[in-house]
């Protein structure tokens, strides 16, 4: 691995399913985020994670909850996905939050 | 919410030209960065600027930072076709994280 990998690269999911966006990064950054990107609506951030042990909400945190058990994974579960979730997903990790992030090459999640 | 909004929303130029897209912001700043975004690719870091900066270079990129108006600018001198894409600028506000603008999509015209 080099850099930052997401898993999968798309899917199509029924509405009510419960699914999990993989993120690792293999760069030892302290910091990492997951964002969605809408057409017209730029970047938005959902969770993040200054550091392994913590996570924090950003600007869309319902619908979505993340977890960080370690440095390298940074993964994003929808409990019950809705149509409105249908968008490109983005994670994102830095050395330190505020600094310059690294990006994955996005999942991009259609909703039934 | 979101803090950056860029201008223009597009812009459309001939190869060679130069190119230059603005970023407002609200709230202060301790730095602003510049990303860009290939099409149905990740985003890319190309800049960043500390708020005690008022230019910086890289390559054929300028960026301006005047934090009394709140405002940033990303030049890209002699365009060439390989950097069509999408231009966000992203703030860090003193939270440890990034607020991104909507962008600017810029096309270069061979």
């Known amino acids: 691995i080099a850099g930052i990998t997401q898993a999968p690269t798309s899917q199509i999911l029924a509405a009510g399913r419960r699914m999990t966006l993989r993120c690792t990064q293999d760069?030892?950054?302290?910091?990492m985020y997951w964002y969605r990107q809408d057409l017209g609506l730029g970047l938005r951030l959902i969770h993040y994670?200054?550091?392994?042990?913590?996570?924090g909400k950003g600007e869309v945190p319902d619908g979505y909850s993340v977890s960080r058990a370690n440095t390298d994974d940074f993964p994003l579960t929808l409990a019950s996905a809705v149509p409105s979730q249908t968008s490109v997903y983005f994670c994102?990790?830095?050395?330190?939050?505020?600094?310059?992030?690294?990006f994955g090459p996005g999942t991009r999640l259609t909703v039934l | 919410s979101q803090q950056g909004e860029e201008d223009p929303q597009a812009l459309s130029i001939q190869e060679g030209e130069n190119a230059t897209m603005n970023c407002s912001y609200k709230?202060?700043?301790?730095?602003l960065q510049w990303y860009r975004q290939n099409s149905g690719r990740g985003l890319v870091h190309l800049i960043l600027?500390?708020?005690?900066?008022r230019e910086k270079h890289s390559g054929r990129l300028r960026v301006t930072l005047d934090t009394s108006k709140k405002s940033s600018s990303l030049l890209i001198t002699a365009s060439r076709a390989a950097d069509t894409a999408s231009y966000f600028c992203?703030?860090?506000?003193?939270?440890?994280?990034?607020?991104f603008g909507a962008g600017t999509t810029v096309t270069v015209r061979a």
């Open positions: 994102a990790s830095s050395p330190v939050g505020g600094d310059e992030q690294f």
């Open positions: 760069m030892r950054h302290n910091a």
């Open positions: 994670s200054n550091t392994a042990g913590t996570t």
């Open positions: 709230t202060s700043i301790n730095n």
């Open positions: 600027i500390r708020s005690n900066e």
């Open positions: 992203a703030t860090d506000h003193n939270d440890y994280k990034l607020s």
